[in-house]
């Protein structure tokens, strides 16, 4: 009971944490305060975090080292401009528009974790890393090759192939709209991402991933991370729940990318390079592996310090770099960790000290 009660307040904190910074960014935005760029990271922020959330579902919860998360968030996105294209007549509301551009990414994702999974899920540490690199790369450059057109209620699909206007079809009036146009990227007709609706997604995000990890599943996977012979020894099924790991975070990531590339008027495959993965990666690690809160805390801070640097110019990414390192350093420091230790054993104490004596009054 005193577990599940700590469980439940660390929890009720994560949420009243993220509830918090919407209801003061929201109130900042209203009142014209915020500026124009920064206006612009909100959506970027939300999606950022959404990417460490789910990375950390795989990397600290799992125990798995994936390197080809961008990937994932890539399939998402140029599934989501797609999905909101062809929903633009059907379905007149922005917002369930992109509610739906949104699943259907978040789907395709796990379908794509699902092909994935299951050769890689086989292979462990630093193979297991580079293989998802080589996945990610893989999605990048297929989406490269690829061409999408929406011709009225139908789809032009092909591969390394521009989609060329008929003719006679262009004499009559009649003309596709292209999608997906190879390495130009996706054009995106109407721009339906909001900060609200990243709100959301960070909100579901948390529901699924806390609820997971503090599930018999969650502690199934978590066992098959501290000790895979001792969890195979009791009967957990290995690849069935790591494969349930990967593939909700895959389609975390999807939906991610559908919000992201609903927010820009186009965008390319480039955009999901390795770096993304290393970045989301940096967030996870910063924040702490295995650290929910901390990934929050970490993705958001570290996506708009760049443009709280603008003003330093071509100095910026240099004090950016410095500032990683230094926070490193910082959160690896055994005298920092014991100092941070005795502070919260000391509070501990008073606290139980505090107890004890009301119930003696």
Known sequence: MKKMSKTFINNAITYALVIVAFIVMSLLQNAGVLTRSMKGQLVPICVYIVMAISLNLTVGISGELCLGHAGFMSVGAFTGVVAAACMTNGVPSPT??????????????????VIIGVPVLRLRGD????????????????????????????????????VVQDPARAAEGLSFQVLINGPQGATVSTKLASFTMGFVLIIFSLIVVLNLINSRSGRAIMAIRDNRIAAESVGIGVTKYKMMAFVISAALAGMAGALYSLNYSTVTASKFKFDTSILVLVFVVLGGIGNIRGSIIAAALLTV?????????DYRMLIYAIVLILVMLVSNNEHIKQLRE?????????????????GGV
Request: net charge positive; with cysteine; proline share 2%.
């Open 342 to 358: 005795s502070v919260s054993d000391k509070l501990r104490r008073r606290k139980g000290a505090g107890n004890e004596s009301e």
């Open 96 to 113: 369930l528009r992109l509610i739906l551009a949104m699943i259907v990414g978040g789907l395709l994702a796990a379908v794509a974790g």
């Open 127 to 162: 193979y297991l890393a580079i293989v998802t690199l080589a996945f990610g790369e893989i999605i990048r450059n297929v989406i490269n090759c690829l061409y999408v057109a929406l011709d009225g209620s139908a789809l032009r699909i092909s591969f390394n192939n521009p």
């Open 305 to 313: 310090l760049p443009e709280l640097l603008r003003a330093f110019n």
